[in-house]
């Protein structure tokens, strides 16, 4: 025996709504179409569902029944629907984007200006800050160059992979010697970022936190790498941020058999299939990204 989908969400409305002509209201169709409905949905199963009578209306046990797995139904349509409708909306509202400074000030010029050439209704506000943000109050979309916790409300998208390494002034190290092993950095000044004081490097055959210190601490990447340069001590910085300096001879590699990769994630806290704007941006992030770190 096969049931008709639609008598079963005809079902659901009869039980919601406490009768035919409501019923028949919210569907937008007939009574007379309800009825037919009706009758042959109970002369598919071979029972009655529902008691009619002049003044009442009621269903039967085994409509009770079935009308509470009609309503699973009639909810799996209706998310099933605001699904394909999501999918299909213009990107609208205000698009709120949070992305570290590094990695932000590569690849955000190109996504976002193309944004706003694509959905003139898209308002963009994005920020960048060495800080994680919190996806679930006020943030719409992160980029982010590291792991991501183990929520199940949190969604995300690799992007690609930034390789990150340590870096000094060839003066520094003429005059402090060059790090062979990643140990060798205790005897070194490091120049920290946000104070952290451990860096992940590949240590035999997995990724450590090989501890570090120094003198110089400071907020911005950007920063970080000036002083590296300046010969203020090494830096740990992703690679692509590094190689302008490197080709102009500012900068030098070092421990390169050391360095770790890290993926690089947009993630969000929207549900799937995510919202049009977040949709947008994420397709527009995988090729800047791509182009910016090249696997």
Known sequence: MGLDPQGMLLLAALAETGGVRKAAAALHVPRSTVSRRLAQLEADIGAPLVVRTARRFALTDLGTALADRASRLASVMSDTEELVRRSKAEPSGTLRIAAAPVLGEDVLPEILGELARKHP????????????????????????????????DVYAVRLGTSVTGCYASPAYLRAHGTPQV????????????????????????????????????????RLARSLAASGAGVVWIARTFAQPLVDRGELAPILERHWTSTPIFAAHASGMPPPPKIRAFIDLAKIAVARVLPA
């Open 121 to 152: 209704r898209l308002t963009i506000d994005a920020r960048l800050s060495v800080e994680y943000v919190d996806l679930r109050r006020d943030t719409d979309v992160a980029l982010r160059a590291a792991s991501l916790e183990d929520a199940s």
């Open 182 to 221: 990643p140990a060798d950095l205790a005897s070194h000044a490091c120049v920290l970022v946000s104070g952290r004081a451990t860096w992940r490097l590949r240590v035999g055959a997995r990724d450590e936190a090989v501890a570090v210190s120094g003198r110089v601490r400071v907020d911005s990447f």
